[in-house]
């Protein structure tokens, strides 16, 4: 007998896109399957959109403490040996489930499997693939190699390993990675493609993409106790690019993003590594290369 499924969806005013997100999961066709929506109190269509698939799918609203709240609780409801979360403006791929059952089944030590993905626009097109590679631990912790919509795993990883930590605001899904990684969990990369994930205009943001990164060097250094140099390094230049036009002012902007990873190194690591120092000489000797050969 196949494992049965669940998938959770978290939902705030998504109105917009959550019914390509409901077709697609329920869309899936494999026996059993259960839907959870987790909806903090949305104000837009949303619940309209939702009760239109009536025992199709179950779904609560009221107010949460964010992503990873709503997440944990389709979790401890859900009853699947197999689970997946779907964001509400996100899609799966025709076909995916059946696939990801058929994978589980013919690796039973592993706990964690995750495919390729598609970037979309707001209108459903395809922009670009999100960059997951193969498993590697040491890649991880460069760079989040696993695209969350096309990531499922089993009821006891969980069970096992631990929920989403609710402490984290923007980054929940890289945390978990991170953590169950180091407390034993098996990861398998299918190249194969499972999901796509939507862009928002609002997600380009300088604002936000500095508070995700810093999300993401808290919980590096929760987990490692220190924030890898090529971290801080994005970080950096996230900070100079809103006030420097490289194109125009390359000096300017490499001297403020070395001040800045440097200040970044003492934010989070308390100390200048000799990493971010032997990073910065490269950035310096390129540079003074390139002088010379103009």
Not at 198 to 217: F, P
């Amino acid at each position: 007998m196949s494992p049965s499924f669940s998938v959770v969806t978290p939902s705030y005013n998504q109105g917009r896109y959550i019914r390509a997100t409901v077709e697609s999961v329920l869309g899936q066709n494999i026996p059993g399957l259960e839907y959870l929506v987790i909806d903090g109190g949305s104000t837009d269509e949303t619940l309209e959109v939702l009760r239109s698939y009536g025992d199709r799918l179950w779904f609560c609203s009221e107010r949460d403490h964010g992503t990873a709240d709503a997440i944990n609780k389709g979790f401890a409801r859900a009853r699947g040996d197999l689970l997946g979360w779907l964001n509400s403006d996100d899609v799966y791929y025709p076909g995916t489930l059946s696939r990801v059952i058929a994978l589980f089944e013919a690796h039973p030590e592993v706990d964690v499997i995750y495919g390729r993905a598609h970037h979309v626009d707001a209108g459903g097109r395809a922009i670009d693939e999100y960059p997951t590679e193969a498993w590697s631990f040491e890649r991880l912790l460069e760079h989040c190699i696993i695209s969350q919509p096309a990531a499922f795993f089993r009821r006891r990883t969980v069970e096992k390993f631990g929920p989403l930590a609710e402490a984290h605001k923007y980054c929940v899904d890289y945390e978990l990675w991170i953590r169950w990684a180091q407390r034993g969990a098996k990861f398998l990369y299918v190249p194969e493609f499972f999901a796509a994930t939507r862009l928002h205009e609002a997600a380009k943001t300088v604002a936000l993409r500095l508070r995700c990164h810093e999300d993401i060097n808290d919980i590096l250094v929760e987990r490692l106790g220190y924030v890898p140099v090529r971290w801080l390094s994005n970080y950096a230049h996230i900070q100079t690019e809103q006030r420097v036009d490289r194109s125009r002012h390359e000096l300017v902007f490499i001297l403020l993003t070395a001040a800045r990873c440097l200040l970044a190194d003492l934010r989070w690591n308390k100390r200048i590594s000799g990493s971010t120092v032997e990073m910065l000489s490269g950035w310096a000797r390129h540079f003074w290369q390139r002088l010379r050969s103009s």
